[in-house]
């Protein structure tokens, strides 16, 4: 069976954790959008592993698969493996021959453009890693793919169509002097060694039928989405998106086994207890203002600073109208509550419950960033739960758990319309109750 992992707010929502607990369980971990802007920590032994491609099963003995919907800069990958394989680990990675390569050029593009759109406060924010440059040049039909890498004639016949343009682009309309990124016979010498390389290791597949023929034999597959729902490119707060879909649609068109096959799955929302963001746009229910402090003191305590580019990360209450609207885009069978630690202590705890706009209360996102950026968050408050020994509570379950935390999950749990599988209470792979295991659903 399958079981896909979905981000179901703005990315940063402990995904990681989950995949990690239930990574375990399956025989492939399987990335379906994104690229290196995603950012996840993984804890082995003791040790401590930062990655921001490698799917992070592949640290556990398990097949890592970046599906054909993601965007792969291929010097992160070998670097991520490098240093995996000198800590000891064999990690096994293939990647989908049709996704596609983040050229260095797209890079350089993706800094170009942020610094443009900052005078009209349409940048997005985004992690520099060259991936709304790359997801555009995929859908104009001049990209590179992770296949064409392997095939010398090819790749330099789609560079020498594709790099006079970007030159011409970065040059002429952003008036930005080009360097060895723009290069043709640079990039091209490069990118050669880069295919010898994914042959040499045989780490290129088709991923459909890779993945198809595991989903055949019976084998349990995890579908790791990165990012979240709102940033979703279709689904998302338009434009200050990424260019993806991490919704759980996402899972077939972006690995290459069908819609039923996600659907006879399970699709299991994860939620951060509160809401962060590390770009730019509006944000209903940020902390702002007078409760400034409060939001330095909840990001200090959830460490919510970036992992990909370590920008501190603005924080606000709950936003149950995106969690409903997440609900639907996914099609979410369970959901997993991460942080309700960090909320421990404090003297108040509220969530938007619904959105007021132009004299009418919402119960989800309107489609348009603009209106979602005029709507007033109906709070509603709970009783604050104490600080108590989260370890504790982590090795005793669910019921340990102090009971106006039990009540406010409830209520998440309801307003969504799905179970509880998990909540975290901590950081450490042990501080994750499992309510039900999905692969076990
Ligand atoms: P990009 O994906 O680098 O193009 O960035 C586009 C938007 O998505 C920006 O607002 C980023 O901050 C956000 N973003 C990209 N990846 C992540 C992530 O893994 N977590 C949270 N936000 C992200």
């Not at 995603?38 to 032994?45: F, L, M, N, P, S």
């Not at 000891?88 to 390569?101: E, I, N, Y």
Request: glycine content about 14%; charged content about 25%; aromatic content about 6%.
């Amino acid at each position: 069976m399958t079981v896909t992992i979905v981000g179901s707010q703005l990315g940063d929502e402990g995904k990681g954790a989950l995949v990690d607990l239930w990574g375990g369980d399956a025989d492939v971990v399987a990335r379906y959008q994104g690229g290196d802007n995603a950012g996840h920590t993984v804890v082995q032994d003791g040790d401590e592993y930062k990655l921001s491609l490698v799917p992070s099963g592949a640290i556990r003995d398990k097949v890592g698969v970046l599906g054909n919907g993601c965007v792969v800069n291929p010097k992160t990958l070998f670097s991520e493996i490098d240093e995996l394989r000198e800590r000891g680990l064999d990690p096994d990675v293939r990647v989908a021959r049709r996704a596609h390569v983040i050229m260095p050029y797209h890079r350089v593009l993706d800094g170009i453009e942020e610094e443009a759109k900052s005078d009209s406060d349409l940048d997005a924010g985004t992690t520099g890693r060259g991936i709304g440059p790359t997801y555009e040049d995929k859908a104009g039909r001049r990209g590179i793919r992770v296949g064409d890498l392997l095939d010398p004639e090819v790749l330099r016949d789609r560079l020498e169509y594709v790099i006079p343009q970007k030159r011409a682009l970065a040059e002429d309309v952003f008036g930005v002097d080009t360097g060895e990124a723009f290069d043709v016979d640079a990039v091209y010498e490069e990118y050669v060694e880069i295919g010898e390389r994914l042959r040499e290791e045989s780490m290129t597949v088709n991923a459909g039928e890779f993945l198809g023929s595991h989903v055949d034999a019976g084998d349990d597959v995890l579908f790791e989405g990165a990012q979240g729902t709102s940033i979703d490119i279709d689904h998302g707060i338009y434009p200050y998106v990424t260019s993806s879909n991490p919704t759980a649609g996402g899972a077939a068109t972006g690995t290459g086994v069908g819609p039923t096959v996600v659907g006879r799955g399970e699709v299991v929302g994860i939620v951060k207890a509160y809401l962060s963001r590390v770009g730019t746009g509006p944000l209903p229910t940020e902390l702002t203002g007078d409760d400034e402090e409060l939001a330095d003191y909840i990001r200090e305590k959830g460490g919510e600073f970036g992992t990909v580019t370590g920008r501190p990360r603005r924080i606000g209450w709950l936003d149950v109208p995106m969690l409903r609207h997440a609900a639907r885009a996914n099609g979410f069978t369970g959901l997993a509550v991460n942080h309700i630690d960090v909320l421990a202590g404090l003297d108040e705890v509220k969530v938007g419950h619904s959105y007021g706009l132009d004299g009418e209360e919402l119960l989800t996102m309107p489609a348009t960033t603009e209106r979602w950026g005029r709507c007033e968050p109906n709070l509603r408050e709970f009783e604050p739960w104490p600080e108590v020994d989260w370890s504790a509570v982590a090795a005793e379950g669910y019921d340990a758990i102090p009971e106006n935390a039990q009540t406010y999950l409830e209520y998440l749990s309801e307003e969504v319309g799905a179970p509880i599988y998990a909540v975290g209470v901590g950081p450490d792979r042990a501080q994750t109750i499992e309510l039900a295991n999905p692969f076990e659903q």
